[in-house]
């Protein structure tokens, strides 16, 4: 007989909020983990919204998930992380009325910092993130920085919904179905800067460039997928929940089970200097992963424009990162 697989510990942040409505009842059912893995889920909330949180867990239990293994709700974020392998940090302060961007980084920050050092204190020494809350690539180095025993490389971002949104408007455009989509990457920052990119995906085999022109590419498809949260918003009156949530599922899954063959994934990871991005700094990429390691894919060919987009996000990137250290965040 097979040895029961270990629980998996998996803290979930801003678990009251959209998102964590839609991510944590896919978790104890098994879609990010697996079939056959058992979770204990810790919730993490604001105390204002602890309430709320517990609510979300008489839910969880009158599903009578099989592979719960315990369900907690905290306020306090050294017990939430305490033990944890998995992390999904998707609570975050959003934007209000007159905020800057200076002053979204700030209020984030202290948020980060103070999960990052948890974190490092607390998680086990397998752990991983995904930040989902916005500004998600600066947040994931701000708690990456306030975590020095823990590999940087273990706080990731996610582009995961841009990489399925892009996927999705391939598809559309082509004809093809989506399962006949390999090799979409984005690159960059997961703002309205990011460069989705179709150069090396192929579609049933042939290259994608092959079946669209190049006007469609820069004057409908890259602004389409950069702008999409943006489209969201203003269609359904509120952000993207449930499919940032199952792209968090796929992002997470992914790392820890592997990409496909002749396939890749895009994630936000802290760079190499891979592709001239400066190191350090968490910006997207193309990567294969395979048995919970993760490889930003080498070699690839950069075009004039490619360069140019790809030069302007991590721009980007690189202000947010100068804005948050001028506040002692990083
Ligand atoms: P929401 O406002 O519905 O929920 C956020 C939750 O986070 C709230 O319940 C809030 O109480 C909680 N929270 C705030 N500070 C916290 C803290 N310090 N600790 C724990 N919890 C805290 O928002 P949402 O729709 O669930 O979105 C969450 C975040 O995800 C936002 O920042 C949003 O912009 C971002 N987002 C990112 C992507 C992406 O692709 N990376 C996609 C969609 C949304
Ligand atoms: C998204 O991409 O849907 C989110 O990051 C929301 C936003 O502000 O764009």
């Known amino acids: ?62 599903c009578a998930f099989p592979l719960v293994a315990g369900l907690d709700v905290f306020d306090d974020p050294a017990k939430a992380f305490d033990g944890a392998n998995v992390g999904l940090l998707v609570g975050a302060r959003p934007r209000g009325p007159g905020m800057e961007r200076a002053d979204l980084l700030a209020a984030n920050g202290g948020i980060f910092s103070v999960q990052g050092r948890a974190i490092n204190d ?14 998600a690539n600066t ?6 920085s ?3 025993d823990v590999p940087a490389s273990r706080f990731t971002a996610m582009t995961r919904l841009d990489h ?37 995906a192929t579609v049933d085999g ?10 469609w590419i820069a004057g409908e498809f890259i602004p389409r997928v950069a702008k999409r949260g943006a489209e969201i918003i203003s269609v359904r009156g509120g952000s993207s929940a449930a499919s940032a949530a ?24 802290p760079s190499d200097g891979s592709y001239g991005v400066p190191e350090g700094l968490v910006s997207s990429f193309p990567v294969t992963t395979a048995a919970g390691d993760y490889n930003i894919v080498q070699g690839l060919d950069i075009s004039v424009f490619a360069r140019g987009r790809i030069d302007a996000s991590v721009a980007e990137l690189a202000s947010e990162r100068d804005a948050v250290k001028g506040l002692g965040l990083v």
């Not at 947040?139 to 990456?144: P, Q, S, T």
């Not at 042939?206 to 006007?215: F, H, I, R």
């Not at 199952?246 to 990871?269: C, E, Q, Y």
């Open 1 to 62: 007989m097979d040895t029961p697989a270990a629980p998996v510990t998996v803290t979930v942040t801003g678990a009251a909020g959209q998102i964590g409505y839609a991510l944590l009842f896919r978790i104890a059912s098994g879609a990010m983990l697996g079939p056959e893995v058992p979770v204990r889920l810790r919730l993490l909330e604001v105390p204002a919204a602890a309430r709320a949180a517990e609510g979300t867990v008489l839910e969880l239990m009158d």
């Open 122 to 135: 607390g998680a086990a020494g397998d752990f991983k993130a995904v930040v989902v809350g916005n500004p």
């Open 139 to 144: 947040n994931a180095l701000i708690a990456a």
């Open 146 to 148: 306030h975590a020095p």
């Open 164 to 200: 399925d949104r892009a996927v999705a408007q391939l598809a559309a455009k082509t004809g093809a179905p989506v399962s006949a989509i390999r090799k979409v990457a984005i690159w960059g920052n997961h703002s309205a800067s990011q460069y989705p990119d179709i150069t090396h």
């Open 206 to 215: 042939g290259p994608a460039t092959d079946l669209v022109d190049q006007s």
């Open 246 to 269: 199952n792209a968090a599922i796929a992002h997470m899954r992914l790392w820890v089970h592997g990409t496909r063959a002749g396939d890749w994934t895009s994630m936000a990871v």
